[in-house]
DNA sequence: GATGAATGAGGGTTCATTCAT
DNA sequence: GATGAATGAACCCTCATTCAT
């Protein structure tokens, strides 16, 4: 940690040591064990999910779980560890789901459609996963960058809107010259900013943003934004 | 125990009462006095955009404020309402800054053009405006719904841009029926997540997103996806 | 913020919630663990007694215990709970030496001269029942209020002098009419007020009431205005 | 304070120094200083009676006497020697009460009936008396013993009961070799007791005992007692 | 695999009191 | 007589983590 954030009084250097249990790394792993590891993660990542890391209480995800604190660290290592695995289970599920759009069978426009409307979607129905990259992005993407899984993931996301952006601009429907990076970024950042600020901009606007007919709202505006901008 | 007896450490619920000294609340302030108000709220800031609400350390702040602890209770009540004044202050400048782009004297176009640019900077040039704005957010907007001040200076923001729109509508430079919300939303989104993610997104994509030439792609592309989005 | 977010110091409203551990609360407890725990509420009593609930210090328990001072929060919870504890011990100890005075087996005037003598005599001997008290009258009987061991002690009591109080209307010793509850509370109250206000009477009356002589003659008083009124 | 106890942060020695400043020290005392010395005065006796000396804040009482906290320290010297101040006034207004009964011109009996009535209704009605006395036994009657104020108001009680208590053997209402310093501390220890008392009492006796149907059962039960026990 | 007991380093906040004006 | 600003020592409580069993 250094001179970064210091968060709790870590008497460990900074995350790396220790990392002696990840899963699949030879232990026996009995199904009943595989069912508390997974039970311990899928409460975690609510916990860290509503107070952020540094907020996150580890007695309160080892009491919600139905196990004792030091299963944690037994399962785990750390809270730190801990905190990447869920990063990187959420990470997983969001790139699978991506993949399962089937996006290449669709007409450009609608898939791109499809695309953007399901990015909302994720975001409004999987609320931990702003919370969860807001603390990593706060403590600079430390444990993120420990992670040996999380980058194969994205590469095929780029192929896949790479191939979407080039059959719309064959097809005449899309420009051309756009960076798939620059467009994902923007339709995640599109419903991104909304969400995570959801709080801050109902107090500012003084309306509540989470209600449906403004979240449709939003929706179909990002939509057109996006369509709006591909247009040749 | 309300307003009976309070012997030992007192309990505050949340973060509402006891508010009794805030600034501008009449005392007369001396001007030495207000440098100490100012430098706290200065160094605070940088601290709770560091470290969030929660990691950030009244300790710290005093110390590099270079005034005992003590007086961060004296001038401001408590870590909650800092905060809230640090947030206040975030919003104000924004805002303030964006009253003196003088949107209106310019080509609805060009106004479009400087306002993205604008918020692309600040939010670059401002890193702790992006993360306080996460730290509320987390807390659910605890704080800002006590603010009083914060409500009223995001009227104009919006009339500031519904007339550059009803202009750009006019003179056929800009499509109808834009809502000026949405707009600011999309404007500031595009820009924010890409920011607030710098770190896991530099993780995923596997490049530094904060080096010189992708920043200045992410402003080029922001500002193709807005006016790209608004033509007719 | 009841059961949301909780990030920093816990502000528990007063004294209410988080009881989760209480002697006997079915937790298995190690012979040493319950060692621990007595010491703590015998170290406890004396310095509630010495400085009362707000003046105690919870660091000063925790010292002369010998243990952590986190471990009076595993053990009790807080110092409102640790308070608690040791007041019910109190009570529980001076009732139940009350129900080893076997008053059923004396004369009914021999049986009013033992319990005045056995109730001087306890808080003679035991001047932390005496401040314990204050404290608790001085917060309004928040912890009392809240325990539920403390109500079934005192029926016993009662009925124990009731009996008394019958035989000996029936004996011809006693006048008929009496209140259990208020000789009782006379009975307490003319060594109490001695007792609870030694330093102040010794100092308006000039002469030092805890010497021997003063002693053995409130006690003798007492004795006498209890049986003169008992008179028929 | 030494070994003694410690409540605040207390760097003067016991409370003995600096008590350069008591009223009618000398001082020109203008009518309006006086009045502020007064108000101080009566609102840190509430302040004292409701919280203790330890937990009554300073701040509270300047606060609800409308002046600032300096000011108290200007008055009083210390937050002790306030003490000491509101408990000598208490002591004055209680003796000064008695004397006024004109207990020398009613008949014995009827004379010690109204010192009983009228010691229980001062208690009640001076509930801060109670807690100051509390207060003051907890710090060992630390303050008092430096009051030269208090010693001389009390040889005149005991005469007032003295005279009483012969004219009431002569007149063969009552026993002969009572000591009036027992029973006064009996007159009062029956009331004292009860009220200060009150919550815990309730508590265990599970009845409201300042409910008006107790508190006059209270009050003919000690004027019992006391009849009861003088009669010869 | 699992548990109760233990730890030490803070965390935010408060208090009586004093200085400079 | 009066005020705003300042102080430093504590106070209660909490946290992530580990030991012994």
Redesign the pocket.
């Given at each position: 940690m250094a001179n970064s954030i210091q968060f709790?009084?870590?008497?460990?250097p900074a995350l790396a040591p220790r990392r002696r249990l990840r899963r699949g790394a030879g232990r026996?792993?009995?199904a009943?064990?595989e069912q508390?590891r997974e039970r311990i993660l899928e409460v975690a990542s609510k916990e860290f999910a509503r107070s952020g890391l540094g907020g996150?209480?580890?007695?309160r995800i080892a009491e919600q779980a139905g196990?004792?604190?030091?299963?944690l660290?037994?399962y785990y290592g750390?809270?730190?560890d801990l905190f990447l695995a869920v990063l990187e289970r959420a990470y997983a599920a969001i790139r699978e789901a991506e993949q399962g759009l089937e996006l290449d069978q669709l007409d450009p426009v609608e898939a791109v459609r499809r695309l953007v409307r399901f990015t909302w979607g994720f975001q409004l129905e999987h609320p931990e996963f702003i919370t969860l990259l807001n603390s990593e992005n706060l403590h600079k993407g430390r444990h993120l960058a420990q992670s040996k899984l999380v980058a194969g993931l994205h590469s095929r996301l780029l192929e896949l809107i790479g191939r979407l952006l080039e059959r719309g601009a064959t097809s005449g429907d899309f420009r051309r010259g756009v960076d798939p990076m620059q467009l994902y970024i923007t339709i995640a950042g599109l419903g991104y900013f909304y969400l995570s600020n959801r709080h801050t901009l109902s107090a500012i606007f003084g309306r509540d943003l989470m209600a449906p007919r403004y979240r449709e709202a939003r929706m179909n505006h990002m939509t057109e934004v996006v369509l709006g901008y591909l247009k040749p």
């Open positions: 709790r009084n870590n008497n460990r026996p792993a009995g009943a064990a508390v996150a209480r580890v007695d196990v004792n604190v030091r299963m660290y037994y750390s809270k730190d």
